[in-house]
């Protein structure tokens, strides 16, 4: 662990710059290429969260106030899946995989061998502090590289917990940990990595992008977004509205693949809005500040934001709308039909306030949703696979839900990411083992036959040759 606050930028890119260094040259020795290696640093991170299950958990309640539950299903419980995953496949995704030399190559042989980039740098983010720093280190590490990981100072007691037992657990010269704030990431950023990976807003990810373009380092950039669900007439209300209304609500809507605005065809539109809003009061009560399953926003910097957004996005107030600052406690709201050039519904929400906009029909939402930027995930509700079908190829988005929001995120081995301004790259599976790999292809041939038709000099007759082989 790296805790070097209280230094100038000067001193903080000299010290991060020797650590880095200090890193490298453990990834250099071949120390984490082994699968060995690999295997035992992967068992040990899964020790580290079944261990330490009740202290990250209180860890998490101290940062966003969620419930237990809420705080082992989505952050541990989540992040031991997808180790255990890793665990059972990261030695077949090791294997060179053979291809084809073609006819022009022979006799030769060809493969493609996954080596690991190097030390790579990962910046997690404070909303689900736990799951979105180990995922992506068990990715790096089951590929073979070393790791530092700069976790959120946003959810302090999170940082701090794992910040004093990483090193316990893990290689502490292979995989190191740096706290601080926004000066210790820019010193991080300026010098160079082998492969960046960051989760975050989009605004920061165009900040971490700059700094990585410097060293022509790439990145996986995990992002947000304005995450849209389409709800057709034909759908099963009652069920749109449960599971909006738990996604909507889960983290307290600090989650980046929440739904953050409903676009529902009109002659369902009132109906699904009271649906919501009874499923809503079933989960959190009539007074949800007294609710045990409801969390708080994380500080009072972004309760001040959402605030502002509710005060000013027009529209009709169907639920919700209190709030309170000294705790940070903020209702579940939804609000129909906002001005549609409200920060609301220009800014990502994050938090638990949902707009709702009747449109005329399918192909109206369809074209909201291409009208802006392209976002992380999309939610269509329909019992028509036509209709669900037509959504999906007619709109772009990094990922998507029939009948369902966010369960994409689940499934261990379907890749997880964005596109444009939502993100670049993806994980999860086998798709973080080639995320954190460079996948070199190599050619093998034999000194002989060595034909010399390919060497100067260059006959008519070869020429002749030459352009009929390659034509």
């Avoid at 953050?260 to 009271?274: K, T």
């Avoid at 696979?385 to 689940?410: F, I, K, W």
């Avoid at 890749?415 to 093998?444: E, N, Q, T």
Wanted: one cysteine or more; proline letters at 7%; charged letters at 20%.
């Amino acid at each position: 662990m790296t805790d070097l606050a209280s230094s100038d930028a000067t001193s903080l890119e000299s010290a991060y710059g020797e650590l880095v260094d200090n890193v490298r040259a453990v990834f250099r020795s071949g120390r984490t290429r082994p699968a060995e290696w690999r295997r035992g640093q992967l068992k040990a991170l899964l020790a580290l969260l079944t261990e330490h299950e009740a202290e990250l958990v209180e860890a998490i309640q101290s940062d966003l106030g969620r419930p237990v539950a809420e705080a082992f299903v989505a952050d541990i419980g989540h992040a031991r899946l997808q180790i255990k995953h890793v665990l059972k496949h990261f030695e077949s995704w090791m294997k060179p995989k053979r291809m084809s030399a073609g006819f022009l190559s022979q006799p030769a042989s060809a493969e493609q061998i996954h080596e690991p980039l190097g030390v790579c740098l990962i910046i997690a983010p404070w909303n689900y502090p736990i799951q979105l720093l180990v995922e992506p280190m068990a990715a790096a590490i089951a590929a073979g590289n070393a790791v530092v990981v700069k976790p959120s100072e946003l959810a302090p007691a999170c940082a701090a917990v794992m910040a004093r037992l990483i090193p316990h657990y893990l290689d502490d010269e292979a995989v190191v940990v740096v706290e601080g704030a926004v000066a210790e990431t820019t010193a991080l950023l300026s010098i160079p990595f082998d492969h960046i990976f960051f989760t975050g807003s989009t605004n920061v990810g165009k900040v971490v992008m700059s700094a990585a373009a410097k060293h022509l380092t790439p990145v996986v950039l995990e992002l947000g977004g304005k995450s849209p669900t389409i709800v057709a007439a034909d759908a099963d209300l009652e069920v749109a509205a449960r599971r909006i209304a738990w996604a909507k609500c889960l983290n307290t809507g600090q989650t980046c693949i929440a739904p953050d605005y409903v676009l529902v065809e009109a002659s369902v539109a009132e109906e699904l809005v009271q649906r919501i809003a009874d499923a809503l009061e079933r989960y959190y009560t009539a007074t949800p500040s007294s609710s045990p399953d409801l969390g708080r926003i994380i500080n009072h910097h972004h309760f001040d934001r959402l605030v502002g957004l509710a005060d000013t996005a027009g529209g009709t107030l169907i639920c919700g709308g209190t709030h309170d600052r000294e705790s940070k406690f903020f209702a579940p709201t939804v609000i129909i039909n906002p001005d549609l050039d409200s920060p609301l519904m220009q800014e990502e929400i994050f938090g638990p306030i949902l707009p709702v906009i009747s449109v005329p029909d399918i192909d109206a939402a369809i074209e909201m949703v291409n009208d802006r930027p392209k976002p992380l995930a999309l939610y269509v509700f329909s019992k028509s696979p036509e209709t669900a079908d037509r959504v999906l190829e007619r709109t772009s988005s990094g990922g998507a839900c029939v009948n369902h929001l966010m369960m994409h995120l689940v499934p261990e081995g379907l890749p997880f990411g964005g596109v444009g301004p939502s993100g670049m790259g993806s994980y999860h599976g086998r798709s973080g083992f080639d995320a954190f790999s460079h996948h070199k292809s190599v050619l093998r041939k034999s000194t002989r036959p060595d034909p010399t038709m390919l060497y100067p000099p260059f006959s008519s007759a070869k020429v002749r040759l030459l352009k009929r082989v390659f034509r």
